[in-house]
């Protein structure tokens, strides 16, 4: 054998060895990146007031930054029933959630959870649905209702329900002994409007979630989900990501999820016109139809009465310049990444176990569909993948692969600026939380040795950990 042949002989032996090891390779390839201040890589704006959500992208092009004030102009246009007024924003309901995007991603922040059972859900929601899956593996629609309470519609249509929220209380402490009292939701569905909901019905309650780098988020190549999940935990860290797969409406094939808090929508497309329909009543070119069930006739005949006589409700250049605004939502930079207790909180966070699956770095794809953002390399501190949480948080309604405890790893780029943002700090998937803090000490499942280093370390290190926290 000459050494050219042994070489390759040798090479090709070894590459069934390289591929295994790739995937740990990549975590750990993302970990060993440095943070920078631009969080959203190029797209980055150096913003920090009460609208630093809603600023374009730094790199977008001319043309784009007009789209994207068409696309914002479409976020927070007040939707009316048709015929309503103004035709251009025409063609809400029958049933409804609210009639705007900006109204529940107020800001482009998150929404916050009703204080108690006498307010009604403004910028959150209640999924419903009953054991068993849809003819997709989706989660199995209530009879009558189908997957989400709409709890207003237009006039002469009653709603689905109202749906309320009250809290209950519990006390901790940390090991300092320092007290804490962290509150629980529970739900109840009062006033349905046709007939009883079914009483093995599951719900969950979801507050919306800021809309900021989504673009990015949405331009990472399923590869690299696919490689930081680890499923049966073979690497031993107590960690089990695992990569929810869904049903895309756009490419009508199932893919890995990645927007909402259980990753049940895989492309940003899909999650703009799911939107538009379930929680506005507002058709799209992705989803032409009107979301009444059989046997709500009401819903029925005033969808029949106020059915556009060609396209959607959504023309195709409001959905595309939607579908843009949200994928070119700037990322505010990070804020005092000179200071050492965000630089020693920066590394408790590591220390903590908080970034295996809080990722600090991913990089998109370099055929991502808008220039602004391809190979890019960004920081939203999340991986993307479903983590079990534990009994605590979980709600016990499995959607697609997540089981009720499962939750996406939240994004955290913008936590910092959240009261600023939103007016108020309540944070996880229903709000329960009232800032950093109440929701780190929520953590369980996979994330309790985590929680526990936060509920066990000293306060000094408690407050460079939130000092990091806030500084993105
Ligand atoms: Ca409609
Ligand atoms: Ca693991
Ligand atoms: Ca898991």
Redo the contacts with the bound molecule.
Sequence with gaps: MNTAFKLIALMTALIPILALGQDSDLRAQLLAMPVTPDLGGLTTRPVATMDAFTFVAANATPEHRKAFSRGNAVFIALWMPTPGGNPAFEGLGPLFNRNSCFDCHLQNGRGKAPDGPKQTLDSSLVRVSVPGFDPNGGPNPVPVYGDQIRNRAIEGVPPEAQPTISWTETKGKYADGTKFTLRAPTIKITNPGYGPYPRDVMTSFRVSNPVIGLGLIDSVPESTLEALAD?DDKDGDGI???ANRVFDMTTKTKRIGRFGWKSNIASLRHQNANAALTDMGVSTPTLPMDLCRPTQDACAAAARKAKPTTGSEITPEQFEDVTLYMQLLAVPRQRGSELPDVQRGERVFRDMGCAACHMPTLMTSPDAALPELRDQTFHPFTDLL???MGEGLADHRPDWLASGS?WRTTPLWGIGLTAKVSGHTYMLHDGRARGIAEAILWHGG?AEAAKEKFRTAPKATREDLLAFLNSI
Excluded: A, I, N, V
């Design positions: 499923p089990s990501g695992q479903l983590h079990d499962e996979e």
